[in-house]
């Protein structure tokens, strides 16, 4: 059984399947509809490999659109459309910081990508501590405990630097502050660099598409609990759901949970387990989507005339008095040939994040006027600030959890290598291959296979 079709359920599905065989049966528990978050506009891609993309989908075209970072009052750094010019402005203002920035960036993530290495070895890791450790030993796992704010000082990079660039990137994807937990910084500012994708079409597709390859069977129904019962000495989980159709419950041998497991997310009891499996401490951050269609209010942004507006996308800097993190000029999920972005003085559809919905007063300092907004409130991050170890993978011998990667870092990057995480070890534990569990110096050990 796997709880929960968003990203994590329908790639750990797909991994468990192609380990196991056809002959493996797949029951995914969702009662929202298959796509979880991906349907809201929430994770980012980053590009790296493409972890999972189905045959038949397509990367989305891209519309060059130019970003700036605003103050509340001014915009400290603006994008132009000629490269050498970008990045002359970047030292102008910030001395070498952008370089040692990328320097630091590109050293996690080189790596970070040995972990594509080691599981096409069929190598897993029992604890989210063991895998970051198989990829940048204790200096990864303490990068899960201090601030992304402190790594870059500690490079070099100007509080400055810091206070306008790295806080405007991270306000824009996690709706937080510098003080989120380094690694996490990291993979969100290896997606600000412009190497992201979107699927043609909408993320979401990514999710039935897997599903659709597993042949799995959808169970439109919401997990309340798993209970523990053994069978000729192997564990035996009893999956309890309710749906449309009332109470029921089924038989598994393993179960994956995708769901996160905490009590402002999830009201989901465990049964009969010794020692019993508890909640798990921290918080989620509250984000707020507002979709808009209307009229900029570019004067707010100093600039009277709507025609010489430029930007496309609006970051902003850790200021008090400002209402919002973060708005962009959107585009469809599909894109035409033919398609443009709207000028300026035109009315668009902008996508506004905040972490309070916003009031009248503040939708109409950020437009002259507008035909509609749609709000989605969710509780999109974990809260990074409340985490002080990360939680387990393995609940029980074949009771798996998933979504606790998300406090290492939250992309979907990390969530389907999490996936495959989880499906190597399932098998690996299964058929007791305990020699590619928790391997140490596994670089060697690749390269020797090799």
Not at 359 to 384: G, H, I, N
Request: hydrophobic letters at 40%; glycine letters at 8%; aromatic letters at 12%.
């Amino acid at each position: 059984a796997v709880v929960g079709a968003g990203l994590g359920g329908s790639a750990v599905a797909y991994f468990l399947q192609q380990h196991f065989g056809p002959q493996v049966q797949l029951d995914v528990y969702e009662p929202a509809g298959v796509g979880g978050r991906l349907g809201t506009g929430g994770l980012p891609a980053r590009q790296g490999r493409a972890p999972l993309l189905p045959a038949g989908l397509k990367h989305r075209r891209e519309v060059a659109g130019k970003s700036a970072i605003f103050s509340g009052e001014h915009f400290v750094l603006e994008e132009t459309d000629w490269y050498l010019l970008n990045l002359f402005r970047l030292w102008w203002h910030y001395g070498i910081s952008f370089l040692r920035l990328q320097m630091w960036v590109e050293e996690v993530m080189e790596k970070f990508m040995r972990i594509y290495k080691y599981q096409a070895h069929g190598y897993a890791f029992s604890s989210l501590e063991e895998l970051l450790r198989s990829l940048g030993g204790d200096a990864f796992v303490n990068m899960t405990q201090r601030s992304v704010a402190e790594s870059l000082l500690e490079v070099g990079v100007t509080q400055r630097f810091v206070d306008d660039v790295i806080a405007a990137v991270l306000r824009s994807s996690y709706g937080q502050s510098v003080l989120v937990p380094a690694f996490a910084g990291a993979m969100s500012l290896a997606g600000a660099q412009g190497s992201t994708w979107a699927v043609e079409g909408g993320n979401k597709l990514v999710c039935s598409g897997l599903l659709k390859l597993t042949k799995a069977n959808v169970i439109p129904a919401r997990v309340t609990g798993v209970s523990l019962h053994s069978s000729e000495g192997r564990a035996l989980y009893q999956v309890h759901y309710e749906g449309s159709e009332g109470q029921g419950s089924a038989f598994y041998d393993m179960v994956v949970v995708t769901t996160p497991l905490h009590p402002s997310r999830s009201n989901f009891t465990f049964e009969n387990f010794e020692p019993p499996i508890t909640d798990f401490p921290g918080a989620f951050q509250p984000s707020v989507t507002s979709v808009v269609h209307g009229y900029l209010n570019s004067s707010y942004f100093g600039f009277p005339d709507p025609k010489l507006f430029p930007f496309a996308s609006i970051l902003t800097t850790d200021t008090p008095d400002l209402f919002f993190n973060a708005m962009d000029n959107i585009c469809p999920v599909n894109i035409s040939a033919a398609f443009r972005r709207k000028q300026p003085q035109e009315a668009a559809v902008w996508r506004v994040l905040s972490q309070q919905p916003l009031d009248k007063q503040q939708l109409k300092t950020l437009f002259r006027s507008y035909y509609s907004v749609q709000v989605t409130e969710w509780q999109a991050y974990p809260r990074y600030d409340a985490a002080k170890s990360l939680p387990p993978i393995v609940l029980h011998e074949n009771l798996f959890y998933l979504s606790g990667v998300e406090w290492v870092a939250s992309s979907m990057e990390m969530i389907a290598v999490a996936a495959k995480n989880v499906a190597l070890l399932a098998y690996n534990r299964w058929h007791q291959d305990l020699g590619k569990i928790d391997q140490k110096d596994l670089m060697h050990k690749v390269k020797t296979e090799l």
